[in-house]
């Protein structure tokens, strides 16, 4: 078969486009949601006082000064924030270089994505980004929540390992329904259903 043959296979089979553009979809979704979470802690860890029209205020000063300085892009600003805090190193941020890339890849080359057999999904580097994703949040958490909470602070048998992160939660539930992995179909939307609050 040749490749210009393949090619049409891989897009023409409704099985194969839809794990594609679903894949593709979770990895946008999850790259997007770690860019959000990234940036948005440095920004709690410099709130400072609560107004009641305007919600949380984030010392301006101190967060361009410890955060915004590092770089012009607010995620790599915050990831060289978390890098100098001892939260990850030099290679996690290379790797999300090779993350960010694919994403790129991903984004403004999807035709090819689904169309040609040359172009996949790089399964690794999603892996890759929910592993830094689960690593940042939980060093967070640990080291940034357990803190300010005198219930969590108190708590000695609290081990890292053993933290499961709201992320990790909405990426299981994210995977599960996309990909048909619930113990049954519809099986988080009936518990809901069954179980809010009239």
């Not at 978390?82 to 403004?108: C, M, P, T, Y």
């Not at 357990?146 to 000695?156: S, T, V």
């Not at 609290?158 to 990909?179: F, G, R």
Request: hydrophobic share 40%.
């Amino acid at each position: 078969m040749s490749d210009i043959e393949k090619n049409w296979e891989k897009f023409l089979s409704a099985k194969r486009l839809k794990e594609n553009l679903i894949s593709i979809s979770l990895f946008i979704t999850t790259f997007e949601l770690f860019k959000k979470r990234i940036i948005d802690m440095p920004k709690v860890f410099f709130t400072d006082e609560f107004d009641k029209d305007k919600g949380w205020l984030i010392n301006q000063e101190e967060y361009a000064k410890d955060v915004l300085v590092k770089s012009k892009s607010l995620i790599y600003a915050s990831l060289f924030w978390f890098k100098e805090l001892g939260a990850i190193e030099q290679r996690d941020i290379s790797k999300f270089d090779e993350i960010k890339r694919h994403r790129n890849d991903l984004v403004h080359n999807l035709f090819e994505f689904i169309s040609n057999t040359q172009k996949e999904l790089d399964v690794e580097k999603f892996l890759d980004l929910i592993e830094l994703f689960i690593k940042i949040e939980k060093w967070w958490i640990i080291n940034f929540e357990c803190e300010i909470n005198p219930e969590l602070r108190n708590n000695k048998e609290l081990k890292l390992d053993e933290v499961i992160t709201p992320s990790q939660w909405q990426l299981k539930l994210l995977l599960d329904i996309a990909l048909g992995n619930e113990p049954e179909e519809n099986f988080y939307f009936n518990y809901f259903i069954n179980n809010k609050s009239s």
